[in-house]
């Protein structure tokens, strides 16, 4: 279980590392690494491997919006049901169940500020269930999954040192 | 008059000491473009951003005067229970604890606090570069103990033993080491340590890498039963909490020892730089995850690295510390400086020689692995294409 972890968390890091590479990094034989890849996708707790990018750097328009969302809860199923509606469009990247003043918090990305509009209106807010609405429009990405966007890669160090 | 030299009139100690052995290679190195350097004594991590943080704060607050000549007292009082914590070892905040900047200046008092003109230094070689300039500076003399890569660089008590004359003063220790990443196992510790009490020796025990041990657990000389009395212990934050440029250090040790070093601290330093010490303080409070993640890290690359060399077919014992490797490079037909000049110039991979670390480390390079896994793995291919090259020259002379 260990092991396993501390495969998730190189991955989580660097997709791209081999099951070869993993094993000297761990210090386990590979095929033992390979299976438990193997495993751990199997069992979906590996749901994908994915590059992380800058989309300002190659001018891609990219409108993301928090779409704050009130909804009923209904008997038996709560919450689940209608998140479940609502996670199944593609426009919505992340949708979370929140404590405090709303319910839901879903993240959109569309082309256009437009597009994100034209969704709420017509998919997200007429849903049975949903009471209310309230969108925010992000204006900029300073941070994504860990990663600052501004922040550059060099190496301040002296070239050589003891 | 204008060409006049006045190297005549300086000091003869100083005029003697030897420019540092990777000057040379510094100066190549940085004027060349797209070098990868493995030969950064230095982590590559940059400071975490909270102990950053604290000493914006502390600027903004206005903290921006002297300290206490040994430091701020909470940061020794922190320190105290760190060490005692982390190492068995008990020190009195008040008495027994100085913060320097960084290791080096703690180096530098402990010798010029001990050794008085004409006595024995005992320094295991290789060796970090300082050592043996300031025995030298101190008006000690440096008494190398050659270390061997047959036995892992490890020092042995026979060696100190038979180094030991009736003018031997002090021995020093770095373990983890720098340049080859050896460590001691307690047992072998406790055998110097033997020496060292039959032999009245006074240890000064550079353990700035004491939290980058791998393999085992570290080994604090000081808590070693009858050595806290005659270890001045060096620890530092430059490594384990990535801070080299803010140059926190400091010495533990018997209040006589530290007294003495004091005096010297507070007449040429005064104390260390009250932004670093704010820095330090949060690092010891609240940087303790994020150091075990970075000692992680270096781990993780120190087998990617071993692994390398192995591949590239580059003996190499295995280093249990630090974030160095020291491979031997003999098989090429080159010498360090030969391996070292080639393989930047025709590879642009800047390494260190291990003749820089003393005689004994000729035939060796130190290859730092406080670099990302991306240049790590670029580097190795270009040292492995290198490698192969020399080793067919080589073959071919032969025939």
Redesign the interface.
């Known amino acids: 279980m260990e092991d396993k972890l501390q495969i998730l968390e190189?991955l989580a890091g660097?997709a791209r590392l081999t099951p070869e590479?993993i094993a000297?990094?761990?210090?386990r034989p590979e095929a033992e690494v390979r299976d438990a890849v193997a495993e751990l996708e199997a069992n979906h707790t590996i749901l994908g491997y994915r590059t992380m990018v800058n989309w300002e750097k190659v001018g891609k328009e990219r409108i993301l919006a928090l779409i704050e969302v009130r909804v009923t809860p209904q008997r038996e199923v709560g919450f689940q049901a209608i998140a479940e509606r609502i996670g199944r469009y593609p426009e919505v990247k992340s949708l979370y169940l929140m404590s405090g003043a709303f319910d839901l918090a879903v993240f959109i990305e569309g082309k256009t500020i437009q597009e994100v509009a034209f969704f709420v209106a017509t998919k997200l807010a007429p849903l049975d269930g949903v009471t209310h609405t309230t969108t925010h429009f992000v204006l900029q990405t300073f941070k994504e999954d860990g990663v600052i966007l501004t922040d550059g890669r060099d190496?301040h160090?002296?070239?050589?040192?003891? | 008059m204008r060409n006049r030299s006045w190297v005549g009139r300086l000091n003869p100690t100083v005029a003697a000491v030897k420019p540092s052995g990777i000057r040379r290679f510094f100066d190549l190195a940085s004027e060349m473009k797209g070098v990868i350097s493995l030969g950064v004594g230095e982590p590559d991590f940059v400071t975490p951003w909270h102990i950053r943080e604290a000493a914006i704060y502390a600027l903004e607050k206005g903290y921006t005067m002297y300290t206490a000549n040994s430091g701020l007292p909470a940061l020794r009082q922190e320190l105290a229970g760190y060490l005692a914590e982390s190492f068995g070892v008990a020190y009195n905040p008040g008495t027994e604890i100085l913060v320097t900047v960084g290791v080096s200046e703690a180096f530098d008092l402990a010798m010029r606090a001990v050794v008085a003109p004409g006595d024995e230094v005992l320094i295991p070689e290789p060796s970090y570069v300082s050592y043996e300039p300031c025995t030298l500076l101190a008006g000690g003399i440096p008494v190398m103990i050659k270390t061997a890569k047959e036995q892992g660089f490890r020092l042995s008590a026979e060696q100190v033993e038979k180094a030991v004359t009736p003018r031997t003063k002090a021995l020093i220790l770095c373990y983890p080491n720098n340049p080859t990443g050896a460590v001691m196992p307690r047992r072998e510790l406790e055998a110097v340590a033997e020496v060292a009490a039959a032999r009245d020796l006074i240890v000064i025990a550079d353990e700035i890498y004491a939290q980058l041990t791998y393999e085992g657990q570290h080994t604090c000389f000081a808590s070693l039963p009858g050595m806290r009395d005659r270890t001045i212990l060096l620890q530092g934050f430059s490594k384990a909490f990535a801070m080299t440029g803010w140059r926190v250090g400091y010495a533990a040790g018997h209040g006589d020892f530290i007294g003495a070093m004091t005096k010297i601290h507070q007449y040429t330093m005064l104390c260390a730089s009250i932004s670093a010490q704010m820095a330090a303080l949060e690092a010891l409070k609240n940087g303790r995850d994020e150091m075990r993640r970075m000692v992680g890290q270096y781990n993780y690359r120190r087998r990617l690295v071993i692994n390398a060399l192995k591949e590239i077919g580059l003996p190499c014992f295995n280093p249990g510390g630090a974030f160095y490797v020291f491979p031997d490079i003999s098989g090429t037909g080159l010498s360090s400086e030969e391996f070292t000049e080639r393989l930047l110039m025709e590879e642009k991979v800047a390494v260190v020689p291990g003749n820089a670390f003393g005689d004994s480390g000729e035939g060796h390079i130190r290859i730092s692995y406080a670099a990302s896994v991306e240049n790590l793995t670029e580097a190795f291919k270009r040292m492995g294409r290198f490698v192969r090259r020399y080793r067919l020259e080589q073959a071919a002379n032969m025939v």
């Open positions: 190189l660097d590479r000297v990094m761990l210090d190496d160090r002296l070239v050589m040192s003891p």
